[in-house]
């Protein structure tokens, strides 16, 4: 309760001259107290008002209580709050509230908001919500901060109003919950799908709710330091972030704390970091343990990370139980594993879920892991989405597999867009297919930037005859993605690539590619490697590259290796790849290396 109300000190009255040679503060407010208590003997009613509330600030209630009923019988107001606040102290609360209520009519604002307090407490809103009114009417900034929890309590928008009076009246707490509130009618606003003046309104709001964050901040509010540095981070002004984190901390914010371990973590000092982690895990900190466990499972540490992550689950977050599932399926201990994704999935864990319906499918459940895949996709895993689809398209549901598909891409998901491409493209709607595409080639899929490249080189008019001069080559689009492509190792991507550089003549270019293609297993840029090699004169080592695709099933290159060695008059060698060239195909290979086999038998008969 407030001690004094309206009044602080004599001195402030005019009736003594302070002292102007006072050299120390606790000697001035002797000499102070001294003056006041001759002016009390005296028979000054305010000043033994004064010498009553000085007592009871100090803890002496004998002493203050005849001091304050003087006082109060001459009618002094700030005396009959503050005798209110000497019997509420003594437990006396009934009696209290009497001579709030006196003090209160007699226009004390303290009385009225301790006397609204006491209503409140009591259960009386309408006493309680007159009385603060009275208080924050008259500019009381606790009376404003208690009426605006009444109204706030019962869902009146009033409540903002009072929540304001009582910050910009230095109220802290009041700036840090009318921040909160203004917070959280911007979030409102975002979901509702505000138009775009609304917008400019919100981005509004959320400036405002800075500004009142840093005044609870400044003023040693730990709560709004923390919020402040959030904000501060989220915006890249991390050092101020910092700044304001710590102080939090300093001040016992175990959040802050933890905020602050993580900043120093990205700026590369994991040192410190675990200091500020280590003493908000101490403070019951899940997240800070949870970022220890994952710093000592970094350093092969692996029993202190467990510990850690215990830690994590005995302090109510959940990721503690994920975390030590990913723990146990590292070191391959599968049971465990399964047993800590589904107590975070029973949790309501969606990776965990995930987690635990890909641990079923690698084991053969199939069955067991769809409703898992299924929960985790519905509270928004994308990646239990994608999985669902390639479940269901494991099984040749295609239709129920795309929606999937189509979830997770809508979320960003490279692969899942991919899928949805593909999908689109077999269902002959290729604007829609190139869209996906697009997006997963953006993404750093090759196969969706090969594709897309497909998609567009199919649509390329036919390359124009030059009757005069050297015909200018300027790269298309759909050239840029096979590229892109073939640079992340895309085998199809890097025979096209080369095929393009053969065809404007390239011969460097286009060898380049072949042989990257080659050297990664394809058979048709072993082939197309081959022929170039053999254009160049270099037909032994073309040999080598054929022999390379004839083995993979390449054909053609059967073929080549035929002639080449029928050339060499080595026939039964000739015969031999001919008959492979035969099995091979495709049809015209087939007719062509069969004609060559017989003609080779003939002469080996012969």
């Given amino acids: 309760m407030d001690v004094m109300g309206d009044k602080a000190t ?3 009255t005019g009736r003594f001259v302070q002292p102007s040679d006072r050299d120390e503060t606790g000697d001035g407010e002797a000499v102070d107290e001294a003056r006041t208590r001759l002016a009390a003997q005296a028979g000054d009613v305010e000043a033994t008002s004064v010498l009553g509330a000085i007592l009871l600030r100090r803890g002496d209630l004998d002493g203050a209580e005849p001091l304050l009923r003087a006082a109060t019988a001459e009618g002094d107001r700030a005396a ?6 000497l019997l509420h102290q003594r437990g006396y609360t009934d009696e209290a509230a009497g001579w709030w209520r006196i003090a209160a009519v007699a226009g004390s604002a303290a009385a009225a908001h301790a006397l609204g307090r006491y209503h409140r407490e009591r259960g009386d809103e309408p006493a309680a919500e007159y009385w603060l009114r ?5 500019g009381h900034a606790l009376g404003a901060y208690a009426l605006a929890d009444l109204l706030e309590h019962r869902g009146d928008t009033a409540a903002e109003r009072w929540m304001r009076s009582a910050a910009e009246r230095g109220h802290r707490e009041a700036a840090y919950r009318l921040a909160r509130a203004l917070d959280h009618k911007a979030a409102q606003e975002t979901q509702e799908g505000e138009s775009g003046a609304d917008n400019g309104v919100e981005a509004s709001a959320g400036g405002e709710s800075e500004q009142w964050y840093r005044q609870a901040a400044a003023r040693g509010h730990q709560r709004a330091a923390l919020h402040l540095g959030a904000i501060l981070e989220k915006r890249g002004e991390l050092k101020e972030a910092g700044r304001w984190y710590l102080t939090s901390a300093k001040d016992g914010e175990a959040r802050a704390a933890c905020a602050l371990g993580f900043l120093l973590r990205d700026a590369g000092d994991t040192e410190s970091a675990a200091v500020w982690w280590l003493r908000a895990a101490q403070d019951g900190d899940g997240n800070a343990a949870n970022a220890l466990g994952a710093l000592h499972a970094e350093r092969g540490e692996t029993q202190t990370a467990e510990r850690w992550y215990r830690a994590a689950m005995d302090a109510g977050d959940v990721n503690g139980a994920y975390n030590l599932g990913l723990l146990c399926a590292e070191q391959a201990r599968t049971a465990h594993a399964e047993q800590w994704y589904r107590r975070a999935a029973y949790a309501g864990h969606r990776e965990a879920a995930n987690a635990l319906a890909v641990l079923l499918l690698q084991g053969g ?10 929960k985790a996709a519905e509270a928004g895993s994308v990646d239990a989405a994608f999985n669902l689809g390639i479940l269901f398209a494991g099984r040749g549901e295609e ?8 979830r997770a891409a809508a979320a960003g998901h490279t692969e899942a867009a991919l899928q949805v491409g593909i999908a689109r493209l077999r269902d002959g709607d290729e604007p829609e297919a190139e869209r996906h595409l697009r997006c997963a080639a953006g993404g750093g899929s090759a196969e969706a930037a090969y594709r897309l490249a497909s998609v567009l080189d199919a649509r390329r008019p036919p390359t124009p005859a030059h009757e005069l001069g050297e015909q200018v080559h300027e790269k298309t689009e759909c050239e840029e993605w096979y590229e892109r492509a073939a640079s992340q190792g895309h085998r199809r991507a890097q ?3 080369g095929m393009l550089a053969a065809a404007r003549g390239d011969v460097v270019e286009a060898a380049r590619w072949y042989r990257e293609a080659a050297e990664a297993g394809s058979r048709n840029g072993a082939f197309n490697l081959g022929l170039l090699l053999a254009r160049e004169g270099s037909e032994p080592e073309a040999a080598v590259w054929w022999a390379r695709a004839a083995d993979a099933g390449h054909g053609r290159a059967a073929l080549r290796l035929a002639l080449v060695y029928a050339r060499r008059g080595e026939l039964a060698e000739g015969q031999r790849w001919a ?3 035969v099995t091979l195909g495709p049809g015209e290979v087939s007719e062509r290396a069969a004609r060559l086999r017989d003609a080779l038998r003939q ?4």
Avoid at 365 to 374: H, Q, V
Avoid at 603 to 606: F, G, I
């Fill in 603 to 606: 002469e080996l008969t012969a």
């Fill in 579 to 581: 008959d492979r060239a």
């Fill in 365 to 374: 459940d199939a069955t067991g892991a769809e409703p898992w895949f299924s």
């Fill in 399 to 406: 239709a129920v597999a795309l929606p999937w598909y189509e």
């Fill in 10 to 12: 004599l001195l402030d």
């Fill in 134 to 138: 009275q208080s924050a009417e008259q």
């Fill in 80 to 85: 009959a709050n503050n005798l209110g606040v």
């Fill in 495 to 497: 025979v096209r690539v």
